[in-house]
């Protein structure tokens, strides 16, 4: 069964940090680019950060610098360590792997499956 299990969320004041975990399906997950996902209410899904099998990364200009994206390749597991947080931060966060398998640091087709996200909220 394909799965993308995020955990990790909730509730932050301003400046502060918190670190998401997601777990994948090896079919999404091996040999292939994963990326973060943010969805914040009344606005599309964005593509925040993105990270290649081999470790190469990609990042929005909206969280470059305070957003870490990273893997572990054995569980099967991509983590996003989010620092220096601001309340326009909040929105629901997915993980998800690149489709098309282009092996690029950022990818526009995701996988048509998401999970239940995991729920961010920073207050200011």
């Known amino acids: 069964q394909v799965q993308l299990v995020a955990s990790g969320g909730g509730l932050v004041q301003a400046g502060g940090s918190l670190r998401l975990s997601c777990a994948a399906s090896?079919?999404?997950?091996?040999?292939?680019?994963m990326g973060w996902y943010r969805q914040a209410p009344g606005k599309q899904r964005e593509l925040v950060a993105a990270?290649?099998?081999?470790?190469?990364?990609n990042y929005a200009d909206s969280v470059k610098g305070r957003f870490t994206i990273s893997r572990d390749n054995a569980k099967n597991t991509v983590y996003l360590q989010m620092n220096s947080m601001k309340p326009e931060d909040t929105a629901v966060y997915y993980c998800n792997g690149d489709m098309r398998r282009s092996d690029s640091s950022w990818f526009r087709t995701p996988y048509p499956i998401w999970g239940q996200g995991t729920q961010v909220t920073v207050s200011s």
């Open positions: 990270i290649t099998s081999d470790g190469s990364t």
């Open positions: 090896g079919s999404i997950f091996r040999d292939n680019t």
